[in-house]
């Protein structure tokens, strides 16, 4: 028997009202599912859904956003059916987020050893005040933070915004979290300080055994870290698969139009492919395929314009949501012109 997944969504359609529009769909019967010990990560564009979806998981979603139907479960537990004081005890403990911008994650006037202390403090066993600050300096250290019991006692603006990051992730994992969100962790940071933050969240996850959802739009930190991987477009799942699938057979134009956007030194016309428009808003998707105002594959048909795909299978655990999956091979023409 096959074990069960530690977290389980489905058909999540999570919902906004517009006084223009009406109910306006942010989210659009998404599904996945994320084992013990794995990363997934969600890719995408900025207003994909991606970090909506995650939200909606953990229980953290904006006033005026809500989730109109699916289903959200955690180790068999439904969460959308928790009270939001039974939420509150399951994050830290079981479920953990590292925010995109730690600056505001932060807050700006306390000292981050007292945030840090404040998160240690909050949940499991009583501590006294010198267990607690032991802690604190145990989390800083294993995070890379020297001269932690200095540091702590700063602001959070007096940090660099690697070391506002660590302290972020020193939080996230003080409670060793089954599963940890992180949501965009390495934006805004240059390319050595973005290494040793990824390093620092696969020593965390090693230690604790704790799976992980990785929101980016970073296609090198996909092939460096991901088990699976779901592509998101307009609110909506376009391509799911393995590592090897996504990289080496793109079956959505989406997923092969971000692929070739990155310059490598093989492609063969010496320059990055960049994918034609903007996405749609997600009040004016249209009755089609959301991507097929952009989508250059050779093969598209009216079917395209007028019925959204389903995500299918197309492959050994390989979905995507495109009526001409089969006719892939084609782009790279498209590519290379």
């Not at 139907?69 to 994050?91: C, F, H, K, P, V």
């Not at 197309?314 to 006719?327: K, L």
Request: glycine share 8%; with cysteine.
């Amino acid at each position: 028997m096959s074990t069960p997944p530690l977290l389980q969504v489905k058909d999540l359609v999570v919902a906004t009202r517009d006084e223009k529009h009406g109910l306006v769909r942010l989210v659009d019967g998404v599904s996945f599912s994320v084992q013990e010990g794995e990363v997934l990560c969600l890719v995408g564009e900025s207003g994909s859904g991606k970090s909506i979806t995650m939200s909606a998981v953990l229980g953290l979603l904006p006033a005026g956003v809500e989730v109109l139907s699916g289903s959200i479960e955690y180790r068999g537990r439904d969460l959308l059916a928790l009270s939001n004081r039974e939420l509150r005890a399951l994050r830290g403990d079981e479920l953990a987020m590292v925010f995109q911008d730690p600056m505001t994650a932060l807050n700006p006037v306390k000292r981050v050893g007292h945030q840090l202390a404040r998160a240690v403090q909050l949940r499991g066993k009583r501590r006294s005040a010198d267990e607690i600050d032991h802690r604190v300096q145990e989390l800083l250290h294993s995070v890379g933070v020297t001269d932690s019991a200095e540091r702590g006692k700063s602001y959070p603006h007096q940090w660099s915004g690697g070391m506002r990051q660590r302290a972020v992730i020193a939080m996230a994992i003080a409670h060793n979290p089954r599963l940890l969100v992180a949501d965009e962790p390495t934006t805004a940071l240059d390319v050595t300080i973005q290494s040793q933050i990824m390093a620092l969240l696969t020593e965390a996850r090693a230690k604790s055994g704790a799976a992980m959802v990785l929101i980016t739009h970073d296609l090198g930190l996909v092939a460096q870290t991901a088990d699976q991987i779901c592509i998101m477009y307009s609110g909506r799942i376009v391509e799911q698969g393995t590592v090897w699938d996504i990289f080496d057979q793109p079956k959505h134009p989406y997923t092969a139009g971000l692929l070739a956007s990155l310059l490598t030194a093989d492609r063969s016309s010496g320059r990055a492919y960049a994918i034609p428009g903007s996405p749609p808003m997600p009040a004016r998707r249209g009755s089609g395929c959301a991507f097929a105002a952009r989508c250059e594959l050779p093969a598209k048909s009216l079917e395209c314009a007028s019925a959204v795909p389903t995500l299918r299978d197309v492959g050994t655990d390989h979905f995507a949501a495109c009526h001409h999956a089969e006719a892939m091979s084609a782009f790279e023409t498209v590519v290379n012109s």
